[in-house]
C-alpha cells in the first residue's frame, strides 16, 4: 500500500503528517517513510535511526569526443531539451538542461557523444524498529530533482514488498510531485483553513484529479482562519480524513524536532482516524 502526502504549497505541514503517521503505524506494522522532498529534505530531523546504507546516485549525460565528430549536427535536431547545441565548429553540451533521454548518444554516426556518470545525489537508508526511512539529497546546484525521485523510489520498490509507504512529496503541482504521487494507491492532500491554503488545495486537487488518483484532505492548523476549505472539501466531494488542531504546543514540539502524536492526545487521535480510513477505504481497493 502506497500512501503518498502532499500539498499545493510548502509550510502546510506535509512533513509533520508524514513522519508522525509513519511512526505510529510502525508501532504495529512494518512501515517505509521515504523523503522524497529531494531538494530540502528535513523528515530526518524527527527521526534517530540506524544508518543501514548510504549511496551516491548518478545520471548519464553525454560527453562530446571532438576528434571522433563530423559536425553532422544530429545530436542538436535530435534534443527536445536543448542540452546539445552545434556553435561553428563546437558541439556544448549542457548538463542542467539534459533529461538523459540517449537520444544524442544512440543517433550519432560516429560514437562522439558517450553518456558518463554526473553524480546527482545522495541516498541514504535508516532503520528504526519497524520503520525503515529513506532519503535522498539533491546535490547543491543539480537542476533536476525529477531523475533522483525515480531512483529512490525505485530504490524503494526493490527492496520492501510488502509494506506500507508513505511518501513524503515536495511541495506545489509540478514535475517532482508528478513523479511523487503517480505510482500512489492514495494521496492525502495537507492544506490549512487560509486563503492561501485554500487557493493551493484546488491546484493539488486539479493535479490528483488530472493523475487520476484517490485523494481526501488532512486540515492542519484546524481553528486558527475560516471555514471555506472545510466549505469546499464538501462541495466537492473531498473527504475530509483528519483535523490537526492550531495550538502553540504543537508548535514547540515541532521545532524542537519531537513527534506530536506521543504528547498531544488530540494528534494521536487524528492519526487514528486516518489509519482507520486508510484500512477501511484504502487497502481494500490494493491489489
Not at 28 to 36: A, E, G, H, K, R
Not at 138 to 151: D, H, M, N, Y
Not at 198 to 216: I, M, P, Q, W
Request: with cysteine.
Amino acid at each position: 500500500m502506497k500512501i503518498a502526502i502532499a500539498s499545493g504549497k510548502g509550510g502546510t505541514g506535509k512533513t509533520t503528517l508524514s513522519v508522525n503517521l509513519a511512526s505510529y503505524l510502525s508501532e504495529t506494522f512494518n512501515v517505509t517513510l521515504i523523503d522524497l522532498d529531494v531538494e530540502e529534505p528535513n523528515a530526518g530531523l524527527f527521526l534517530n535511526g540506524k544508518k543501514i546504507l548510504s549511496e551516491e546516485k548518478f545520471k548519464m549525460i553525454p560527453e562530446w569526443v571532438k576528434d571522433k565528430c563530423t559536425l553532422c549536427g544530429i545530436c542538436q535536431e535530435v534534443c527536445n531539451f536543448h542540452a546539445v547545441i552545434q556553435l561553428g565548429t563546437m558541439i556544448l553540451v549542457f548538463p542542467e538542461l539534459c533529461h538523459s533521454c540517449y537520444a544524442c548518444s544512440e543517433l550519432c554516426p560516429v560514437d562522439a557523444l558517450p553518456a558518463k556518470q554526473k553524480k546527482i545525489g545522495d541516498l541514504t537508508h535508516y532503520k528504526i524498529n519497524k520503520l525503515n526511512f529513506i532519503e535522498s539529497k539533491l546535490t547543491i546546484g543539480e537542476e533536476q530533482a525529477v531523475p533522483l525521485i525515480k531512483q529512490t523510489v525505485e530504490y524503494v520498490d526493490s527492496h520492501f514488498k510488502d509494506q506500507i509507504k508513505i511518501y513524503d512529496s515536495p511541495p506545489g503541482t509540478s514535475c517532482p510531485v508528478i513523479e511523487s504521487v503517480k505510482g500512489a494507491d492514495f494521496v492525502i492532500l495537507v492544506t490549512e483553513p487560509t486563503p492561501f491554503g485554500l487557493n493551493d488545495l484546488k491546484l493539488a486537487v486539479e493535479t490528483v484529479r488530472e493523475l487520476n488518483k484517490k485523494f481526501g484532505a488532512v486540515i492542519n492548523r484546524f481553528g486558527a482562519g475560516n471555514n471555506e476549505v472545510i466549505d469546499y472539501c464538501k462541495k466537492e466531494n473531498i473527504p475530509v480524513l483528519a483535523k490537526i488542531p492550531d495550538k502553540k504546543e504543537i508548535a514547540e514540539l515541532y521545532s524542537k524536532g519531537h513527534l506530536l502524536y506521543k504528547e498531544i492526545p488530540e494528534v494521536l487521535n487524528e492519526l487514528e482516524k486516518i489509519k482507520t480510513f486508510i484500512f477501511n477505504e484504502v487497502k481494500g481497493g490494493v491489489k
